[in-house]
């Protein structure tokens, strides 16, 4: 594999970083001119906990990545990678699976086998659906799959029990799922340039945990927003969020309290 891929990222010899590496549990790779995925990190095995793969040019994920079963971090974001290996499942360690930045058209089914995954980020990749399996992630608090092409998110999103997060900006989502309605936990949903014209009756109401709902840029108008059933209450809790935001001294936009809806 040449010079660089025999001594990436970091100095000294094989023997002393694969030492390391198992003392850590932690193998830093980013920016290491990797064009295949490291057979050294599958021969470790369950020494595994974080894989930082990120910037390289790794096209593949071999099937043997089931063997790191106590992984609990894969940052793999800002490669060539079109698909994923259905033993991807078998990670039941992992807790956060960063993807950013590939060619992934599609995620396998076996996705909804990582029973513990917190974090999952998708963002500009080419996905044009997300599995319905995705609602067995029931750990799962941050989703984020902006700047794919999306048409919709699926109606087992609403399983999703701990979901705090969701960014799905940039996408062509056109509707979105009733379901979304039963997540208590959510706390941010951003939607900006989309194709949205509704948002589910009852999500403002029933997702009494909502601050922020962004949806700039789509065929939906303050007006409707405005008449939505739990308007005002969603509206008491965004401005404390903004309130605690300038009691803190932390820095917002110039724009001052953002409704999230153009007007």
Known sequence: MGTCASNPA???????????WRSTGIIALRDSKLKTFPDVVIDMERAVRTLDLTHN?????????GKLINMQRLLIADNLIERLPGNLGKLQSLKVL???GNRISCLPDELGQLIRLEQLSVSRNMLIYLPDTIGSLR?????????????SLPESLGSCASLE??????????ELPASLCNLNQLKSLCLDNNQVK???????????????LSLHNNPISMDE??????????EERRKKKFDKQIDSNVMISSKGLDVGVDK
């Not at 927003?225 to 969603?234: A, D, I, P, S, V």
Request: charged letters at 25%; aromatic letters at 4%; proline letters at 3%.
């Open 10 to 20: 970091g100095g000294g010899s094989k023997a002393s970083r694969v030492k390391r």
């Open 57 to 65: 040019k790794i096209s593949d994920v071999p099937g043997v990545i």
């Open 98 to 100: 960063m993807l950013d």
């Open 139 to 151: 750990n799962l608090m941050l989703l984020n799959v902006s700047n794919n092409r999306l048409k």
């Open 165 to 174: 997060d969701v960014q799905a900006n940039d996408n062509v989502v056109e």
């Open 198 to 212: 509704q948002i589910p009756d009852g999500l403002l109401k029933d997702c009494k945990s909502l601050q922020n």
């Open 225 to 234: 927003f405005q008449l939505m059933e739990g308007y005002q209450e969603f």
